[in-house]
T-cell receptor, first 119, second 112 residues
């Protein structure tokens, strides 16, 4: 399977614990995104990487959240001191930015997500 | 402030008929639009996209129409099939930063 993979698929934790999620993007993709999705809403952007550089972070990403992509391949998202409001689906996506006809194209391919439940 | 809006939470269509899903946006800087499909317990799957330099893009049973003056796009699925039952998300981006802004989704139910 050469798609985006995420691990674990489900995580149940107690409030105050730290959790870490992993994302393995499609190998030739240079951009990697993290999103959060809650019930009845579309995905909300958290952060993205161009290779190993973290280029943008949403204001949703409080100081309890940190993301890394150390070698420009897989990425981790860590949440420290989890709160019940952190319960959500965490989605990872990757893309290879391509240019055609003077426009850039950014079809993002998503992994299956990690569902986090904070008790 | 919701920049991308899908005003219909759900839509029910008879199998074989046309499904039309709508999306409105407010940011005139958006120049790239995408539709994704999502099944329960899976990540969104890319369906079709359109650049602002076009007003129509077609891929098999799926056609996306863009009306820039009305800041409106729609996804047409014809003929609708039972496997099309899913939640459909509209997303948009500004060329310069590639961050996707998403609508809340429309749940499409195809009735046999």
């Amino acid at each position: 399977d050469t798609g985006v993979s995420q691990d674990p698929r489900h995580k149940i934790t107690k409030r105050g614990q730290n959790v870490t999620f992993r994302c393995d993007p499609i190998s030739e993709h240079n951009r990697l995104y993290w999103y959060r999705q809650t019930l009845g809403q579309g995905p909300e952007f958290l952060t993205y990487f161009q290779n190993e550089a973290q280029l943008e972070k949403s204001r949703l990403l409080s100081d309890r959240f940190s993301a890394e992509r150390p070698k420009g391949s897989f990425s981790t998202l860590e949440i420290q001191r989890t709160e019940q409001g952190d319960s959500a689906m965490y989605l990872c996506a990757s893309t290879l930015i391509r240019l055609a006809g003077g426009h850039s194209y950014n079809e993002q391919f998503f992994g299956p997500g990690t569902r986090l439940t904070v008790l | 402030d919701q920049q991308v809006k899908q005003n219909s939470p759900s839509l029910s269509v008879q199998e074989g008929r046309i499904s039309i899903l709508n999306c409105d946006y407010t940011n005139s800087m958006f120049d790239y639009f995408l539709w994704y499909k999502k099944y329960p317990a899976e990540g969104p799957t890319f369906l079709i996209s359109i650049s602002s330099i076009k007003d129509k893009n077609e891929d098999g049973r799926f056609t996306v129409f863009l009306n820039k003056s009305a800041k409106h796009l729609s996804l047409h699925i014809v003929p609708s099939q039972p496997g099309d039952s899913a939640v459909y998300f509209c997303a948009a981006s500004v060329d310069s930063n590639y961050q996707l802004i998403w609508g809340a989704g429309t749940k499409l139910i195809i009735k046999p």
